[in-house]
């Protein structure tokens, strides 16, 4: 049972990346499946989560209207459009399950991050 993030680099402020979420060993379909970060000297925190029983997604205040998350049951993937970025999103990347509204860190099931850098 894995997931993989990818999709990360450096980007200018304002720029956008996608970043994808591949799970290997079993089906995304019944999981909700979140996107958390952790900068450096800060704690991780949840990002975005889309539920798998209805599709209903949940965002961190500070990205919401810039991040999208979204999933693709037919690759087995859940992707995060990030747009508008700012420095401060400058992170490490990682998507995990599970997830809930709140964003809630669990022990769960966690990919190796990917990192975003946002800087001029």
């Known amino acids: 049972v894995q997931l993989q993030a990818s999709g990360g680099g450096l980007v200018q402020p304002g720029g956008s990346l996608r970043l994808s979420c591949v799970a290997s060993g079993f089906n995304l379909d019944y999981y909700n499946i979140g996107w958390f970060r952790q900068a450096p000297g800060k704690e991780r925190e949840g990002v975005s989560c889309i539920r798998s029983s209805d599709g209903n997604t949940y965002y961190a205040d500070s990205v919401k209207g810039r991040f999208t998350i979204s999933r693709d049951n037919a690759n087995n993937s859940v992707y995060l459009q990030m747009n508008s970025l700012k420095p401060e999103d400058t992170a490490v990347y990682y998507c995990?399950?599970?997830?809930?509204?709140?964003?809630?860190?669990?022990?769960?099931?966690w990919g190796k991050g990917t990192q975003v850098t946002v800087s001029s």
């Open positions: 995990a399950t599970p997830c809930d509204a709140r964003l809630r860190l669990y022990g769960g099931t």
